[in-house]
């Protein structure tokens, strides 16, 4: 997908896009709920014929434990989402892409940077320097480690409602689940450990996803030329980053025949204001007082 592949997130928007198709149909009667991954295209009907009186339909999302996987899996995709253009999944993700650092770094794709941070992360987290990242040591860094503190240094809506030891419990908690969510994030093979060759992987993806989306933000959508440009960034990467060395590449062909509208006809060019509430979602502010071992 690229940015021109955008539509509607909200209201039956992705019907004029014409690409997508229920997948499940279900019903939930009262009390009832339906649990499906996160990023996924819904939509609630409530027959008029059954609602009598009133009926509320509600969406809740789960951010601890992290869906880590799944959001790694489809990242290309996410980046030319709503989700990225519109709200701020890229402040949500970058602690788990970065593992060390929870503010997003400046994008860098070149070998020799990405062989500089992949090695600056194992430094801190690879106790035994076997060039192998497991849960214990994320769980390790992240408890008691002063600069893993930001995975638990987190405040929500509720915890001025709450006591300091069940506060240290929610503390050690979020460290627990970081480390979890991070290894499913970076581990491609699924067995439990994070490869030097992983993470180098998986630290590129981000960095490469992240300055296209960079590159095209900065184009103003009002400028008849800049669908041009943009264009050429998305023809640029997918040259560099997605087409084998030598031979055809028919989607690098099929994107530079494609006919591109202006790019203030696109959605993610239009600007909205998020819709979540991320401070009370992801907890924000300042911790409550607590020992720094959890």
Known sequence: PTVFDSFASHDAGIYSADKWRPEYEFEVGPGEC???PPGYIHETYVRPDQNTECTVATT??????FASKYVRTFLPRFFNSHLVWQEQAIEVWAGFAQVTNDEVRPAAVEDEDIASRVLAIFTLVDENNDEILTRAELESFYRFHPQGSWSWRKRFAWSKFESADLLKVVQRELAENRASDCLMWHDANENGRITYLELVSSTKQWNVLLLKYQSLR???PNKKNNAKKALNIELAFLKKYGCPAEGVCEEYDKLAQRKVPSLNRLELYQQEEP???FESINGQGEPSP????L
């Open 34 to 36: 339906f649990v499906f």
């Open 218 to 220: 900065k184009l103003n």
């Open 60 to 65: 809740f999302q789960y951010n601890v434990p």
């Open 275 to 277: 819709e979540e509430d």
């Open 290 to 293: 607590s020992n720094n071992e």
